[in-house]
């Protein structure tokens, strides 16, 4: 069962589970990205006000300090022979009233202004006092930044202001590429954020969807393995109930029908902790080839003879289970190991080197099977195991669990004389 199928109350609030835990990061990265997003943009504007400012007070200042007094009239006799005058940003010395002294301007002309825009500047920072910047429109509508600062004559009066101005177009430019591009990476590292917080909030409650499908995986293996022998065991019962003749008949059926049901709820439970990881192996040194030669003698003799092979090989193992994995490939070489027509399964068990062979003579193994003979309710046959057939198709999945969990190796294959063969690897102790 992929946990892509599972279906129910609680996986699909697990899966609501997931969109919530993905919307709240998302949503958490996005209020950020909107907080740093307009931070960023603001501060660049501001630094390009700043540089601008700086850019216009390189010109304004050394102006100023070439404007003298002499008898009481301003002197600007010395700012055309400055070379501020032939470069940019362009600059002018403004009158606060046109009546004070006339206008002088830079020769460069890198922008054109209007006059009357410079008169407005000039006014507004001899009535403060203080320099004044602004964003302004050149002739040709090309943005601009203007700064004017005034100056006083020889009676401590604010009388002009030496005005400078240059084109921020291409700082317009490069601030609104700078938002764009601020949008785009924030839109893109939203789109990264959700997809991020997508995976990481699956990696979060995959513990929970493992808990939740091998609890779904047990209910529908009980339910599997059990419906048959239930309805045998409830049938067995009235029948005995309507007919007390046939109960000392029943009777012996009814006790192995039970027993069979206890083996069944106990391999479900096996491979449903080892699936879990809750069932924890007790290693320790084992001596192989003592341990399989336990488990042939207690297995029932009836409708099987067995011929073992051992020579001395220590393993480190959990025994309980190890045992328990045995156990249920000899059954099976018990169940489906028999030639066709004969009375007893001949089965043929060799240990040595850590490596358990079970060869038996029946039909051997389908083809068609391949690999799936260990899933669960796979049989040898390559049917669906039922407990009809006194397989519960659980068995071998058992096995493949315990041995890969001891790190061996499991195999099965065909003879050539006819027969399946089991081979299980185990790490030896050296």
């Known amino acids: 069962m992929s946990r892509r199928g599972m279906r129910g109350p609680s996986a699909d609030n697990l899966r609501r589970l997931r ?35 700086n850019n216009l007070s390189v010109v304004v200042e050394p102006v100023l300090r070439l404007i003298d007094e002499h008898n009481d009239a301003l002197v600007t006799a010395r700012v055309p022979a400055d070379p501020l005058t032939a470069d940019c940003p362009d600059f002018a010395v403004m009158p606060g009233r046109p ?11 890198c922008v054109k202004v209007d006059q009357q825009l410079l008169a407005g ?4 920072a001899v009535r403060d006092g203080v320099q004044v910047s602004a964003d302004k429109k050149a002739l040709n509508g090309d943005p601009i ?29 490069r601030h609104q590429k700078l938002t ?32 939740l499908e091998q609890q779904e995986t047990l209910l529908a293996e009980t339910a599997h393995d059990l419906r048959t022998p239930v309805a045998a065991l409830r049938a067995l019962a009235e029948t005995a109930a309507r007919d007390p003749e046939q109960r000392a008949e029943l009777l012996p059926r009814t006790v192995r029908l039970a027993g069979r049901m206890g083996d069944i709820i106990d391999g479900l439970l096996v491979r449903a902790r080892l699936a879990a990881g809750v069932e924890h192996l007790a290693m320790q040194p084992v001596w192989l080839d003592q341990l399989v030669a336990g488990v042939v003698e207690d297995l029932p003799t009836e409708g099987a003879r067995f011929s ?29 190991g028999r030639t066709p027509g004969a009375d007893q399964a001949i089965i043929t068990v060799t240990v040595a080197d850590g490596r358990i062979t079970v060869a038996d003579q029946g039909p051997g193994i389908d083809p068609a099977v391949g690999a799936d003979l260990f899933d669960p309710y796979t049989t040898g046959d390559g ?45 030896t102790v050296q």
């Not at 993905?22 to 603001?42: G, K, W, Y």
């Not at 004017?148 to 291409?170: H, I």
């Not at 789109?191 to 917080?197: K, T, V, Y």
């Open 145 to 173: 930044r203007v700064a004017a600062k005034p100056f006083k004559d020889s009676s401590n009066q604010y009388v002009g202001a030496v005005v400078a101005w240059e084109n921020t177009q291409p700082q317009a430019d």
């Open 180 to 211: 764009i591009a601020v949008l785009v990476v924030c839109a893109i590292l939203i789109g990264a954020a959700a997809l991020l917080s997508y995976w990481l909030s699956g990696r979060a409650i995959r513990p929970a969807m493992a808990a």
């Open 308 to 336: 073992l092979v051992t020579a001395p090989t220590m393993v480190k193992a959990d025994p309980t289970l190890l045992q328990r994995a045995i156990g249920n490939v000899l059954g099976n070489a018990m169940r489906h």
């Open 383 to 427: 049917t669906t195991g039922t407990t009809g057939g006194g397989s519960t198709g659980l068995g071998l999945s058992i096995v493949r669990w315990v041995v890969l969990a001891h790190g061996g190796d499991l195999k099965v294959y065909n003879a050539d004389e006819g027969g399946a063969i089991f081979e299980i690897q185990l790490p």
């Open 19 to 53: 969109w919530w835990l993905t919307v709240l990061f998302t949503a958490i990265n996005t209020v950020a990205l909107i907080i740093l997003a307009p931070v960023i943009i603001i501060l660049d504007a501001q630094r390009t006000d700043a540089q601008l400012d």
């Open 99 to 109: 009546s004070d002294f006339p206008a002088r301007f830079s020769t460069r002309g």
């Open 121 to 124: 500047i000039t006014a507004d």
